[in-house]
T-cell receptor, first 113, second 114 residues
Framework: DQQVKQNSPSLSVQEGRISILNCDYT??????FLWYKKYPAEGPTFLISISSIKDKNEDGRFTVFLNKSAKHLSLHIVPSQPGDSAVYFC????????????FGKGTRLSVIA | EPEVTQTPSHQVTQMGQEVILRCVPISNHLYFYWYRQILGQKVEFLVS????????KSEIFDDQFSVERPDGSNFTLKIRSTKLEDSAMYFCASSEMAAFLAQHFGDGTRLSIL
């Protein structure tokens, strides 16, 4: 039962170019979506989130886009830097408070210098 | 910046043995969580804990699992009789408020069951 799907296990991008990481979900009741970044031997760290009432949220080089009708969100990183190389997890929640996060399997991003 | 710390970083245990994974949440946080990630799979929620009680648990968190806050600083996950399929990375997280969106994760304990 994969409610949150990240269909690309890996992605390679040239330094300075845009990285686009995609995520699809099946449960239309999800209300919040998050992206986490994970380096090897470390825990996930929160990157950016978006509420279902918005279609875009921007924080510096990171922008998350939400297309509710398509049940799709994406994370854009512009410009990509070698330090962005990590595994990126998409996660969703039914509400802000009490419902556990549902994670995707992650996409490994490699930014090549 | 305050961190969630987990010990040990790697635990190797024989199948059938009990194992205790330890976590020290951020000191002013009141909500605590355990997640696991089987190699190559997604991160899965196990349990949340507040005010010395389990708030939520997933179907993975069966009778083999238990959590405890034995003192004011530690938060432990015990697996009573480990199985091969318990081999995974276990992440502890904590948050100041009842918001899954505000969690800070530890670096994880890799549990290997032989």
């Amino acid at each position: 039962d994969q409610q949150v799907k990240q269909n690309s296990p890996s992605l390679s991008v040239q330094e300075g170019r845009i990285s686009i990481l995609n995520c699809d979900y099946t449960n239309s009741m999800f209300d919040y979506f998050l992206w986490y970044k994970k380096y090897p031997a470390e825990g996930p760290t929160f990157l950016i989130s978006i509420s279902s009432i918005k279609d875009k949220n921007e924080d510096g080089r990171f922008t998350v886009f939400l297309n509710k009708s398509a049940k799709h969100l994406s994370l854009h990183i512009v410009p990509s830097q070698p330090g962005d190389s990590a595994v990126y997890f998409c996660a969703a929640s039914l509400d802000k408070l009490n419902t556990p996060l549902v994670f995707g399997k992650g996409t490994r991003l490699s930014v090549i210098a | 910046e305050p961190e969630v710390t987990q010990t040990p970083s790697h635990q190797v245990t024989q199948m059938g043995q009990e194992v205790i994974l330890r976590c020290v949440p951020i000191s002013n946080h009141l909500y605590f969580y355990w997640y696991r990630q089987i190699l190559g799979q997604k991160v899965e929620f196990l349990v949340s804990f507040y005010n010395n009680e389990i708030s939520e648990k997933s179907e993975i968190f069966d009778d083999q699992f238990s959590v405890e806050r034995p003192d004011g600083s530690n938060f432990t996950l015990k697996i009573r009789s480990t199985k091969l399929e318990d081999s995974a990375m276990y992440f502890c997280a904590s948050s100041e408020m009842a918001a899954f969106l505000a969690q800070h994760f530890g670096d994880g304990t890799r549990l290997s069951i032989l």
